[in-house]
């Protein structure tokens, strides 16, 4: 059998904790409206190496998981220009700056389907793509949802197809694809979670 001696690196199988890049700068390249093009410049604090990393800064989002009294959940659909093609999603949006997420969630609710619910609460957050945004995605459950006397209120594009859908239908579309939009399958994993807790059985990070 080979000695390897403590010195050899192959002999560590510690893993190395990653360290935070420092940031040496920060530039906007492009206004787009709804979210910034930006650049930031970090430098790793051990070996000194440089480079230039682009993101997206935005607002942050919510999505709603809506349960009716009749216990169905609310589907949206509507046209998406990123994909070129029509998605099945949860009703959502972008949150106005200093925003509450619950408060915006069912702001975002009755615009996209004219469903109101009396309240909600945080489910779970999400970071969309931590790669290249800055922004988070907050998950809320409204229930007791019922169609609202004012309807929607839509942004000028926006064209919806309002569908309540029994859980265990929507769980099904997760499933095959029907619902591809990413944030909405995290946002049912979430309500998953929130309808069947299980305790955690390794806290390390």
């Known amino acids: 059998m080979t000695d390897r001696s403590s010195s050899d690196p192959a002999a560590d199988t510690s893993p ?3 360290v935070c890049w420092q940031m040496q700068g920060d530039r906007l390249l492009a206004d787009c409206r709804v979210w910034e093009l930006r650049e930031r410049r970090y430098r790793h604090p051990e070996s000194g190496q440089e480079g230039d990393f682009y993101y997206i800064n935005s607002r942050d989002w919510v999505l709603v998981v809506a349960r009716t009294k009749a216990g169905d959940i609310l589907l949206v659909r509507q046209f998406r220009y990123g994909s070129d093609a029509l998605s099945w999603e949860l009703p959502g949006g ?3 700056a200093g925003e509450d997420p619950v408060t915006a969630g069912l702001r975002e609710l009755r615009e996209e389907t004219g469903y109101t619910a009396r309240s909600g609460r945080i489910i779970g957050h999400a970071r969309p793509n931590p790669a290249i945004m800055n922004n988070f995605c907050h998950i809320v459950l409204a229930e007791d949802a019922e169609p609202h006397a004012a309807g929607t209120d839509w942004d000028e ?15 099904q579309w997760a499933r095959e694809f029907k619902i591809g939009h990413a944030l909405a399958l995290n946002a049912i994993f979430f309500y998953t979670l929130d309808q069947n807790p299980i305790e955690a059985t390794d806290s390390k990070s």
């Open 157 to 171: 594009h926006e064209e919806i197809e309002v569908r309540p859908l029994p859980e265990a239908t929507v769980l």
């Open 16 to 18: 190395k904790t990653p």
């Open 94 to 96: 972008v949150m106005d």
